[in-house]
Every structure is written in structure tokens, then in C-alpha cells.
């Protein structure tokens, strides 16, 4: 009886997960069977933002069902990957996020999920270069010179990001430590704000994304030193590579990349990740994202897991060193 009973259970066990698997492989042939939320981490207008606009058309033609962007800015994209984390794990809920995903579990204490458990990494969808900008009264031409003039300038010299802990602030210390300058740090909130006192006078250098230098320097109303990408930009075909203004290892881009819940089927892992693919090799994505000096790419699942985790214990690293702290 007892060998009966437990021949009975295992049966049971056996029977109840194949149901599970099979549970979970039909719904993954169902999806989508509903519209489609993305999360975008940051405001409208911005760069992650764009990016889904552009997507969101060839993605809806793609999928057959709505897909609806739904804008949660706030604490440096923490707001929206804390949401993403309590989302239910059925593909319905998706998020686009930035380069600061790797920075925020150093920067916030007691986030209320665990980025490598909570959210699966899908791929990397742009990468976009910086430029290292400083305004029209700073009398440098070059990264070089902009580095003499800071070393001389003392407290005068100062540098601003659109925040603490975005890769404009973080690269830019990095920066400092290569060419042993020791400017202040001005946090902004935004972009916008930090280019508009940059235009001032009111600090003297920037490293900001090309999407919003290539406009202002174009037009001469700030001077370009140098672009983090490997080869100039058509849009700036005078302004070097750090590269050729002898920082060869000074390499830092911003991105935006996409998440989904942890225990998210793979089966429907799979399939988001071929409507990217295939919605980033639209003529007309395409056009938009060459308007945004973004460069598309599509990365593997294990590609992008390993890039954040290398990332997470660089910057963790320079967040320590340098004894930065979340706003």
C-alpha cells in the first residue's frame, strides 16, 4: 500500500508538471493576445522615449495588438524597473530603459527589487555616442587644450550632467581620473537645463549624448572637442574621435535596452526579441535613429546579461571610489 500510494503521488507530480509545461508552451502560442504595455523610464521627449515612438508603429504591425507606451520617469529609472519587477511575467509589460540600470543599485539604498533576479535583460537596442562639449568662451580647440585650461582654472573650472549617476556624470569622472583634472560636478535635471548653462558661460564642459550636441554645435553655439565613437560623425565630420585627440581607451556611449519580468516564457522571450529585431530594420526606424545619431543594435539575451553585470561592477567600483550618492 505504501509503494502504491507513493507510485501514486509521483504519477501525480509527473502529471501536474507536464500540465504546467504545457500550460505555459500554449500560452506562449496565444501571445499576444492582448495590448502590449512598455514602460519608458524616462520623460517624453527624451531619448529612450524617441526610440520607443520609433519602434511602436512597426512593433503594433508586427504583433497584431496595440502597443501602448506609457511614460514612468522618475528616480533615475528606478521608478519604472520597480514596476516592471511586480508586473505579471506574461509579456504583457515591457520595459525600455537606459545606461542607468547598471548604476542604480549602487546609487539607491534599499531598492525595493533586485535588478538580476527581478528583470531579464532582452537586448541592447541603441548605442549613442557622447561629445564633449564646452562653451564658446572657453579658449580651447581641442580635448588637450580644454584639459590645460581646466588645470589652470581651479574651482572656476566646473563640468555639468543632466544628473548624478547618468553616464554623463560617471564617464565624465572617469575622465577626469585620465586626465588627472579635478573639476566640480554640477548636477542638472536634464539634458536641457545643463545645455542651457553650458550656452551661458555657467560651467565650462559637458560630455553629453550627440542627439542633443550635434544641434547646438552644428549651429556654433558651443564648441565640440571630441566624440566618444569610433569614427567621426557625419554631422561633425571636424570634430575628432577621443581616439585621434589621444585618449584612445576613452570609449563611453549611452543606450537604451530592453527588459522584460523575470520568469517572462522563453518562448515569448524569443518571440519580442525577433519583433525588435525585426521593427529596428525598418527604412523608416532606421531614418529616425540615423536623425538621432543612434546607432541600432540588436544583442543576444546572454550578450547584454554579461555587458549589465560587467557594467554593475564598474561603475559600482567608481561610485565607491568616488563616494557618489543618489539624489
Not at 579658449?139 to 547618468?166: M, N, Q
Not at 521593427?279 to 546572454?302: F, I, W, Y
Request: proline share 8%; charged share 15%.
Amino acid at each position: 500500500m505504501h509503494k502504491r500510494a507513493f507510485l501514486s503521488r509521483v504519477a501525480a507530480a509527473v502529471c501536474g508538471s507536464f500540465l504546467a509545461v504545457a500550460a505555459t508552451a500554449a500560452s506562449a502560442q496565444e501571445w499576444p493576445a492582448k495590448p502590449i504595455r512598455i514602460l519608458v523610464s524616462f520623460a517624453p521627449g527624451g531619448l529612450t522615449d524617441l526610440i520607443a515612438r520609433a519602434l511602436q508603429p512597426r512593433l503594433q504591425e508586427g504583433l497584431g495588438q496595440p502597443v501602448v507606451i506609457e511614460n514612468r520617469p522618475g528616480a533615475g529609472g528606478t521608478l519604472a524597473e520597480g514596476l516592471l519587477a511586480k508586473a505579471p511575467a506574461d509579456g504583457y509589460t515591457i520595459l525600455l530603459s537606459a545606461d542607468s540600470v547598471p548604476a542604480n543599485p549602487h546609487l539607491v539604498q534599499n531598492l525595493p527589487y533586485d535588478t538580476f533576479r527581478d528583470l531579464t535583460p532582452v537586448s541592447m537596442l541603441a548605442r549613442i555616442p557622447l561629445v564633449l562639449l564646452v562653451p564658446n568662451t572657453v579658449p580651447a580647440t581641442t580635448v588637450k587644450e580644454f584639459v590645460s585650461h581646466a588645470k589652470a582654472g581651479g574651482a572656476k573650472a566646473s563640468y555639468g550632467s543632466p544628473g548624478i549617476g547618468t553616464s554623463n556624470h560617471l564617464y565624465f569622472e572617469v575622465f577626469k581620473d585620465l586626465t588627472s583634472t579635478d573639476l566640480p560636478h554640477v548636477a542638472y535635471k536634464g539634458g536641457g537645463p545643463a545645455m542651457t548653462d553650458l550656452m551661458g558661460g555657467h560651467i565650462q564642459a559637458l560630455l553629453i549624448s550627440s542627439t542633443l550636441a550635434v544641434p547646438q554645435a552644428g549651429a556654433g553655439k558651443v564648441k565640440a572637442l571630441a566624440v566618444t565613437s569610433d569614427k567621426r560623425l557625419a554631422q561633425l565630420p571636424n570634430v575628432p574621435t577621443f581616439a585621434e585627440a589621444g585618449f584612445p581607451d576613452f570609449k563611453p556611449q549611452q543606450w537604451t535596452g530592453l527588459f522584460v519580468p523575470s520568469g517572462t516564457p522563453a518562448a515569448i522571450v524569443a518571440r519580442i526579441h525577433a519583433e525588435f529585431a525585426r521593427a529596428l530594420k525598418a527604412p523608416d526606424v532606421l531614418s529616425r535613429l540615423n536623425d538621432l545619431n543612434a546607432e541600432p543594435v540588436m544583442s543576444t539575451q546572454g550578450e547584454f546579461a554579461s555587458y549589465l553585470r560587467r557594467e554593475t561592477q564598474t561603475l559600482g567600483r567608481l561610485i565607491k571610489d568616488r563616494g557618489i550618492t543618489g539624489q
